[in-house]
C-alpha cells in the first residue's frame, strides 16, 4: 500500500477566523492551566515517559513564551507545530497521567488535572478537549492539498557518512544532534534561539574538532534539519557497531538562572526494566555485543543481555566523569554534573552511551554561549578530549 505526502499550500490556505495566542500559563501541584487571549477550536494532550513530559497541542492556537513551572512540572516549552497549531511541552520530574479536564466556560483557558504514576504504569491515548461549542474558534473554511505518492517507508533509516581516517581499527564516535525537523526542542526566550539548531551547530563542531586530529572516526545521527525517532537515533549507532554514543541537547528550566551542563547515564532501573524486554522483543535471535543468542534459551538470554548492559553502563559513566573533568576547563557545569536517567536514547545494551545537556537555552548567559561560535569550539575541545582520552585508556588497559 503506498502512502501519500499531503503538502499544505500557504498561499492558498485561508487562516482561522480567529486565533488564540497562548496568554498565560500556570502550573500547581497537580494541575495544569492554559490561558489565551482568544477563542481557540480545541485540544488534545498525552503522555510520555523517558523522559517524563505531558504535550498539549492546541488547534487554531499561537505558542506564547514561557510559563511558571512548578509542582511536578520543571521546565515549559512552547513552539508551532504547524500553521494552525500550537505546542506546549511540559517536562516533569516524575512519570504522570491527565486524570481529567476541560475548557472553561468562555472558552478561553483549559484546565488539566494530572496524576503521577510509576514508570510501568499505562499512559493512555491521546484526549480531546473541546470548548462550548459558542465559545469554539472557527477552523479554516478553505484549504487546499496536494497530494503525491512517495512509495513505501524504508525499514531502516541510510546509514550516515563516516568522517575520519579510513580505517576500520580505529574507535568510532556517533554524535546525535538532539531533535530537528518538527521537533525544535527547547526554544530559548533570549533570542529565540531553538535548540535542534544549536545541537547541530554543537554536533558540527565536535565532528571536525575529531576529524582535525585523526585519531578516531565519527558519525552524525544527522547532518541536517530532520526529525529521527528515538530509536533509530541508538539504532544507528549500534549499526555501525559504534563504540560510544554521544546525544547532544540543550536544556530548559522554569527558573531562569538554572545554568551549567549536565551528563546523564543509563539508571540501572531502567538496565534490569530494559533487559528484560530486549531479550522478549528480540526473540533469542539477536546478536549482542558480538554474541548470538539464537541458540539459548529465555532465561540464559536475560542473563547474557543483563551482564553486557551493566557493563555498557560501568563503561559509559566512566565516560561521564572524563567528559566532566575535560569538559569543566572550556565550559560552566552543574553542581551535580553526573546525573541517572531512563532516556531511551541511552538504552543500546551494548554501546556506552551518554545524554550531554550541554546547558539551559532559558539562562541568558548559558544561551549566548552555546550559540556563539566560541562556545561552540571550546566546547568541541573538551568533549573531543574526553573522546580521545577515553579511547587512549582503553588502548592502554589491552
Known sequence: ????????????????????SVKRIDTGASQITVAFDDLVEGASAFSLIGPNRIAIDVRGGKAGRGGRATGMVKAIRQGQFDSNTARIVFDLDQPAIITSGGFSA???????????????????????????LRF??????????????????????????????NDPERPLVVLDAGHGGHDPGAISPHGNQREKN????????????????????????????????LEER???????DADLFISIHADA?????????????????????EASKLAARENKSNVINGVNLGGTNQELSSILIDLTQRETMNVSADFAKLLHREGRRAMPFRSNPHRFASFVVLKA?????????????????????????????????????????HFARKLAQR
Open 253 to 273: 528550566a522554569g527558573n531562569e538562572e538554572a545554568s551549567g551542563a549536565t551528563v546523564y547515564t543509563l539508571s540501572e532501573v531502567a538496565s534490569d526494566r
Open 198 to 229: 544549536v545541537t547541530l551547530a554543537i554536533a558540527r563542531a565536535i565532528r571536525d574538532r575529531l576529524v582535525a586530529s585523526g585519531r578516531v572516526r565519527v558519525a552524525l545521527t544527522r547532518n541536517t534539519d530532520k526529525f529521527l525517532v
Open 136 to 165: 469554539r474558534a472557527e477552523p479554516p473554511k478553505n484549504t487546499y492539498s496536494v497530494k503525491a505518492p512517495i512509495g513505501r517507508p524504508k525499514d531502516l533509516v541510510a546509514l550516515p557518512k563516516i568522517y575520519g581516517p
Open 1 to 20: 500500500m503506498s502512502f501519500v505526502l499531503i503538502l499544505a499550500s500557504s498561499l492558498l490556505a485561508v487562516e482561522p477566523a480567529q486565533s488564540g
Open 234 to 240: 541508538y539504532g544507528i549507532a549500534r549499526r555501525l
Open 106 to 132: 468562555d472558552g478561553k483557558s483549559l484546565h488539566l488535572n494530572l496524576k503521577s504514576v510509576t514508570g510501568n504504569g499505562s499512559l493512555g491515548g491521546r484526549q480531546t478537549f473541546l470548548p462550548p
Open 349 to 389: 545494551p551494548d554501546t556506552p552511551s551518554v545524554l550531554f545537556e550541554t546547558g539551559y537555552l532559558t539562562n541568558r548567559n548559558d544561551a549566548a554561549f552555546l550559540n556563539s561560535q566560541n562556545g561552540q569550539s571550546r566546547i568541541a575541545d573538551g568533549v573531543a578530549n574526553a573522546i580521545e582520552t
